[in-house]
């Protein structure tokens, strides 16, 4: 095994662990706590790092097949994701505060696909 592919999948692995830790935490508190969106924003890098190094590996970072074009919008939805987590907790609005483990539920929802599809079919499917 190269290094690159044990970086790529210890990086992906990694991304898994903490963003799945920062969505069901913050969906079995139903609330948005601090702590939640340095999760989401440490799961987005590691899964940057990773797709970057299996982009690599593959030539390329986008392609243009099933896999690859969840994984860009999975990755385009977390730094989202990342990003509306920061401006809900600083403008302390409790109402999105509350609200918000249903749009991280189904950001992860999304973000699973190209994981799984990568773990099972390779970035072929």
Request: positive net charge; hydrophobic residues 60%; aromatic residues 14%.
């Amino acid at each position: 095994m190269s290094n690159i592919l044990v970086i790529a999948i210890s990086f992906i692995f990694a991304a898994c662990i903490l963003y799945t830790l920062g969505v069901w935490a913050e969906k079995i508190k139903k609330k948005l706590l601090p702590w939640h969106a340095v999760v989401f924003w440490l799961g987005f890098v590691c899964d940057t790092i990773g797709t970057g190094a299996m982009g690599k590996m593959a030539g390329s970072i986008i392609q243009f097949n099933f896999h690859g074009l969840t994984g860009l919008l999975a990755i385009l939805l977390m730094l989202f994701h990342a990003i509306w987590a920061t401006i809900v907790l600083v403008r302390k609005n409790e109402v999105q505060i509350l609200r918000f483990h249903k749009f991280s539920f189904v950001v992860w929802i999304i973000w699973l696909i190209p994981m799984v599809t990568g773990m099972i079919l390779g970035s072929d499917f």
